[in-house]
């Protein structure tokens, strides 16, 4: 093979396998190769070039070289680049499209600028239909390292229905995957939101999955619209052939998780913004694997049959609020970031790069990238009131679901957080007063006063 490939790609797993396909079918020259006889093989017979040996990958690269890693995150990263390194030369470009941690991909990006290579994270969002016919692309790169990679991947990315490419660089190397953490964590919040619906929908209202089914496909083209209601509709209308019954009857009821949302709850408590709605929907997929419930659901009491207050129909208003809250926390997130850190870059471009491709795609995306378009530095979502409006049109609804929640005991911990982070917001005074003076009278912490200023300090004797 003549050294004229421009793109190679280490690790042809599902996603590596579909994003080759991606390159070839839009024209760009691409080489990959994988450990993994297996892998290798099932590339080649979908008709990639395929090479075992990475000295052999490297060499088929037209220079500077480009490599793609798409490996699990974490150690295989780092044992991909041990791999390379001695392979390239200078002004080479390794990009990390896995979902690797951003502070890995600083340092990473570190350990290869010292041998003058070029290190980009890049989040690929969009699972394998994505990777194969158009993923959203988050990238993290020098301006002048995107400006060389930027041609290979605007033709693979997705293109949102104004024709933009759903690919940009939001700033430095780690910049990408922290924008792709992010939207891991709107997801994590998006999916447990409609869950909590079902569950209300279910054992609250007594719809069966067949009428939930219903329910939120009458919702497909408002403004909770987008990948995962129509996965959740899939999901809900799926029958086990065997037993001609729902398939979700028989899947267990514990959710597994790789990382990424955990990552963003931490983020969230390292920057101190208050994202309740993104950290409760990690929270509920660790209490969903929480070992004792099992023994508890047999000896916790349960509420007395009740009677929800609310409609069926009402769900998706409390389904639309939980879900602007979710963006406007993840975003809230992402300034409070650019803040510390001068990057992601860009916020209305991360809205409008969400569009299409990736899993978080759906109607509130737009009116989200209107608001960035009005004002590209609106520090809250909720500052804007076309956004604001669409919230406050599913409050009520929202409410009565957290009240229809308690009285049934059906837990809502998504949208229960949702109401009291509004409620909170809405609140011209909040009970921190207490916590104040609290802190002030057992550690000496001082406080603030309203009617004048400076801090100030009291023994709080009582009297
Ligand atoms: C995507 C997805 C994808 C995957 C995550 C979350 O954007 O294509 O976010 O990256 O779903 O790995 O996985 P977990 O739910 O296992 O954490």
Known sequence: MTADRSIGILGLGTMGRSLALNFRDRGIAVVGGDPAESARRAAAAAG??????????????????????????????????????PLLAPGDVVIDGGNSHWRDSARRAARLE??????????????????????????????????????????????????EPCCARFGPAPAGHLVKTVHNGIEYAVMQALAEVVDLAGRGHGLDLSAIADLLEGWARGPCGGFLLETAIRVLRTVDPESGRPLLAFVRDRAEQKGTGGWTAIEALELGVAAPTLIEAVQA???????????????????????PAGRPEDLE?????????????????????????GWPEDPGRIARTWRAGCILRGALLEPIARAFARDPALPFLLLDEELLALLLSGLADLRTAVEDGARTGVPLPAMAASLAWLDALASARLPADLIQAMRDRFGAHGFERI?????????????
């Open 451 to 463: 009617d004048r200023p400076g801090r100030h300090h009291d023994l709080w004797l009582g009297t």
């Open 114 to 163: 010292a041998r003058g290579l070029a290190f980009v994270g890049l989040g690929i969002s969009g699972g394998e239909e994505g990777a194969r016919h158009g993923p959203a692309l988050m990238a993290g790169a020098s301006v002048e390292v995107w400006e060389t990679i930027r041609p290979l991947l605007e033709p693979i990315a997705a293109r949102a229905e104004d024709g």
């Open 285 to 307: 997929r660790s209490l969903s694997a929480f070992p004792p419930r099992v023994e508890l659901a047999r000896t916790l009491p349960r509420p007395a049959r009740a009677a």
């Open 48 to 85: 990639l070039a395929v090479l075992a040996d990475p000295a052999a990958l490297v060499a088929a690269l037209a220079r500077p070289r480009r490599i793609l890693l798409v490996v699990p995150a974490g150690p295989p990263v780092d044992a991909a680049l041990d791999l390379l390194l």
């Open 317 to 341: 208003g409390a389904l639309l609020a939980t879900l602007l809250g979710a963006h406007a926390q993840g975003f809230a997130l992402l300034a409070a970031a650019r803040d510390e850190r």
